[in-house]
């Protein structure tokens, strides 16, 4: 299972960035996965920012995204999307994308959950 980030870029606060995180593989059956994206800023600790089981769409947030960004997917390109509106300076960070064989609400939040990793796309956004 290989999964590639896309979409980080350049934004000023209040703009809008969508990534996207594209799997692929042929070991990779998407309605066994949970998809979720991670952050990690300078200095800090690799955070959880949303994640989606593929099978039925259910998703999660953390609280510092929730309202602003949404995670999709899209059954037909293997991706799955995180729309980020009303960005801030604090949202500025490497963000990456992981692929989880199990979805427990009380622990998908937790990087060592998952197995698969994206490379990263960063995001800065300037105040």
């Known amino acids: 299972v290989q999964l590639q980030a896309s979409g980080g870029g350049l934004v000023q606060a209040g703009g809008s960035l969508r990534l996207s995180c594209e799997a692929f593989g042929r070991a990779f059956n998407r309605y066994r996965y949970a998809v979720g994206w991670f952050r990690q800023a300078p200095g800090r600790e690799r955070e959880f920012v949303a994640v989606?089981?593929?099978?039925?769409?259910?998703?999660n947030y953390a609280d510092s995204v929730k309202g602003r960004f949404t995670i999709s997917r899209d059954n037909a390109a293997l991706t799955v999307l995180l729309q980020m509106n009303n960005l801030t300076h604090g949202d500025t960070a490497v963000y990456y994308c992981a692929a989880a064989t199990t979805f427990i609400l009380g622990s998908i939040r937790r990087p060592s959950e998952y197995q698969y990793w994206g490379q990263g796309t960063q995001v800065t956004v300037s105040s």
């Open positions: 989606i089981k593929w099978s039925d769409g259910t998703t």
